[in-house]
């Protein structure tokens, strides 16, 4: 009760027209750096974080955060409408908000996306402000012995994502595995595949690929399709959001914004591995999960809860002890330090009101931001009436623009196409690009944190059942991997999930048609 | 009112005397140099917005527009990638050109020692160094090890470190060597996650700037053991130094300026009386060493260069012993 005394205090404290108006900044601005394609919330906080500091104190991080929670929302835009992931964590949306847009619901899965926004944003909200402090020390628990342990588990569960042929799935989850090696070796030193440029020297954007992958393929492959798309399946009723897709979807929005949290708090992994969770879980346990990537609510629902969930449980290690877990908070790190503040773990005795009035904030911008996007739905749908011959042009310089913004670099414009190209030869030998953008994800990760244990144990394997938390979880990854062949075999049962995945999808290959 | 009138006077009597300097040391060899600097002059930071290099760089260049040390301004530029070599390249291939500069930085050193950079530390001009940052070894609250000594007992420690080259992998080994105890560096991705590994007890030692590491200590999380000064740091009274210890360690982050190479001796005396200036403002104080806890302390231009050249080898040594270089 003393919490929401205190969280009540500062939603009236963050009514101030200065807090205010620098929330609504920082959200609006974010909403259009995530919708943005290529600049997501990380490199959005670092350009705006000299310019937000001038507002000081309080008013200034509620701006930074405001563009990071906000970001979450934008970027499902342009992934909705063109194929095109805004930023990283909204990825997974594409799977299934751009065959939503092509089959005449635009305006549905942009609805569903602000609903599983907000709701995901609400759960993390009221996860940050009563379980902060517990729930950090419990992610200080996650050690790289448990680390690996989770990711061998992701893996598992991200399995019913590899497409219907599953050895052209391995194969684009190699692939990904190896372009994230691509760089410095995180462990030993020596560059990896970088054939002399420095340029490749820090490793590959994660959401450049990805914008390539899905938004430059998606176009590349419209040159050799008619020129025009039919416009004319499109109603007025294809851009308004329903309501009703929030109620059917209410499981895959509380597993999602649940996944995020958990997901999010945990440092160094963050919210795109967050979504791709969340999107496996929700196929994996779907009555339905053939139509998963063809176009269905549930598959936007999943992903855009998780990571504006994850957004605020990415939050909490820096507030509660100080610990910046991603890009985007070590930069508010930063601005704390700006503005004079010491993150720590202090920093909820020394500077209570602070806390309280900037989570106050999070409230006042999550719900400004619900109604300004639904108010820009059907606008924001009615893109999809332009011709493509006229649209993909413009979206082309965007994009450019964008995903040169990041670092300023050409090189990424240029592996952005490459990337595309990729796409391109991916799609016409049918595989999968969605594994691709796992490996490239969790890949990386894998590799670090097997290399950190066996650092710490010298070699020594047995640690990994050691460590309760690890041990639990790689039991987790034998039942996930091993029950559906026990069940295949004694015919008990069959799993909707990977009963799908045998039979062919025909609808997969047409997802970017 | 007063106050802001009064220091204004202060500082347009000071840029005169700057100024003069700056001209006077110039004019006395080549006239066509007499007004340097005759435009702006860009920053390069080698590394993206809100880092601990921007901050620093930003801050310098702020410095040096309150106290109107320069006729002209500094614009602070974000030149990212490659792990500094983009942004650093790029000024050291500016030879001769004085109106570019850079901070350096920990990678400053090693990346061109890991053959990620067309341009190394001597494709540089040392201007001048404006504090130093030591490191503090920590432990977590609930650790055995009191007191540094008391790591001998250890048969083995592990500490987190951020990148495989940085100067916590670097001391590590300098305490290794000095305590007689191995001592295996874990690579981490950000000096967060280096936190929260100790923090959460998967590694027994780690070394931080004072900022990193004052809250936790105030907050009773983490213990210091020493601190790799050749004296005290002023944040950290209590806290012996290595030395003190018995232990020759002194390794400290200097943060200081560059110039691409051949700039004229001109233009690095002027820096040098700008430097120093900054070094000794009570702006300086005020944004930069009381908010990072850095220890401030002006090294000119010869001295920045000895520290420099020690600095690389040292990281040299430290990779050849890793095997990451040859």
Known sequence: ?513 | MTHSTLSALWSRGRITAVSALCAASLMATTPALADYPERDISMIIPFGVGGGSDTLARTIANVIGELKLLPVQILPENRPGGSGAVGYSSVGKEKGNPYVIATVSVSFFTTPLQGGSPVSYRDFTPLGAIAQSPYVLVVPASSEYKTLDDLKKAKRLTTGTVGVVSDAALLAKMTSNGLGVKIDAVPFDGEGEVMAAILGGHVNVAYFNPSEALPQIKAGTLRPLAVSSAKRADAFPDVPTFSELGHNIVHTQIRGLVMPKDVKPEVVACWEGVLKKVAESPQWRTQYIDRFHDVPNFMNSAEFATAIADTSGRYERLMKELGVIK
Not at chain 1, 102 to 127: D, N, P, T, W, Y
Not at chain 1, 216 to 239: G, N, P
Not at chain 1, 477 to 502: G, H, N, S
């Open chain 1, 1 to 513: 009760m003393e919490i929401m005394g205190l969280l009540i205090d500062g939603i009236g404290q963050a009514m101030q027209p200065s807090i205010l108006a620098s929330t609504m900044l920082g959200a609006i601005l974010g909403l259009l750096i995530g919708a943005l394609p290529g600049l997501g919330p990380s490199a959005g906080v670092a350009i705006m974080l000299p310019i937000a500091v001038t507002f000081g104190g309080t008013a200034a991080i509620a701006c930074i955060a405001g563009i990071y929670y906000g970001a979450m929302f934008g970027g499902a835009i342009t992934s909705i409408l063109l194929g095109i992931p805004g930023d990283a964590p909204s990825v997974m949306t594409v799977l299934d908000g751009y065959p939503m847009a092509l089959k005449g619901e635009a305006g549905r899965a942009l609805g569903m996306s602000v609903f599983a926004s907000f709701i995901g944003g609400l759960f993390g909200l009221a996860g940050m402000v009563a379980l902060s402090v517990p729930i950090s020390r419990w992610a200080l628990a996650f050690g790289p012995t448990e680390m690996t342990a989770m990711m061998a588990f992701s893996l598992s569960l991200v399995s019913v994502l590899g497409g219907r042929n599953s050895i052209k799935g391995f194969a684009a989850l190699v692939l990904g595995m190896w372009v994230g090696m691509i760089g410095l070796d995180p462990i030993a030193g020596p560059a990896r595949y970088t054939f002399g440029q420095m340029d490749l020297f820090d490793g590959l954007d994660f959401s450049v690929v990805a914008v390539g992958l899905f938004g430059l393929t998606a176009m590349f492959t419209s040159v050799s399709d008619k020129i025009d798309r039919d416009a004319a399946s499109f109603s007025l009723r294809s851009l308004l959001p329903r309501f009703r897709d929030a109620v059917a979807s209410r499981w895959e929005l509380l597993s999602g914004s649940i996944i995020g949290f958990v997901v999010g708090v945990l440092p160094g992994v963050g919210a795109t591995a967050a979504t791709m969770l969340s999107y496996a879980t929700a196929k994996r346990f779907s009555r339905r999960p053939e139509k998963f990537g063809t176009g269905i609510v549930e598959g936007v629902a999943a992903p855009e809860a998780a990571n504006n969930s994850a957004s605020y449980g990415n939050m909490i290690p820096l507030f509660t002890l100080g610990i910046p877990g991603s890009a985007t908070t070590a930069v508010m790190m930063g601005g704390l330090l700006m503005i004079g503040l010491q993150p720590g773990p202090l920093l909820f005795v020394n500077n209570s009101e602070f806390i309280w009035t900037l989570f106050g904030s999070f409230w006042v911008g999550n719900l400004a931001l619900v109604f300004l996007t639904l108010l820009l739905t059907p606008l924001l749908a009615s893109i999809l009436f332009i011709s493509t011959a006229l649209l993909y042009p413009v979206i082309i310089a965007v994009v450019m623009f964008g995903v040169y913004a990041i670092e300023f670099s050409m090189a990424n414009i240029v592996i952005a196409i490459i990337a595309g190209g990729i796409g391109l030869v991916l799609m016409e030998l049918d595989y999968p690009p969605v594994p691709l953008v796992l490996g490239l994800v969790l890949g990386p990760m894998l590799e670090r944190n097997i290399r950190r244990t066996m650092i710490q144990s010298e070699g020594d394997l047995s640690v990994f059942v050691q460590h309760p938390i690890s041990l639990t979880l790689f039991i987790a990854t034998a039942f996930v991997i091993v029950l559906p062949q026990i069940m295949r075999v004694l015919k008990l049962r069959k799993i909707p999930a990977d009963e799908a995945e045998a039979e062919a999808m025909p609808a997969d290959s047409e997802r970017t048609a």
